[in-house]
């Protein structure tokens, strides 16, 4: 049976569904009497989610950010 320390280490397998299915199996027997690792657990999701969906924005925002400063360095030539 998994263990605290395994659910640490594996989570993000776990969550991705890496993990080989032996191993999940494990691990799901772990977050059924473990509440601490579904709490864990359920943390690790949303700032999974919250990165997944945040990020792309950032990163479109950082892209419209350098190229309008790039468009005025090119008008100040
Ligand atoms: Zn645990």
Sequence with gaps: ????????????????????????????????VCKCCRVYLDQMRDTIRAVTVFKPKEAINQDIKSLAQRLREESQK
């Design 1 to 32: 049976m998994a263990q605290c320390k395994d659910i640490a280490e594996e989570a993000n397998q776990y969550i991705d569904g890496d993990l080989p299915l032996r191993r999940r199996i494990s691990l799901y027997f772990h977050l059924v």
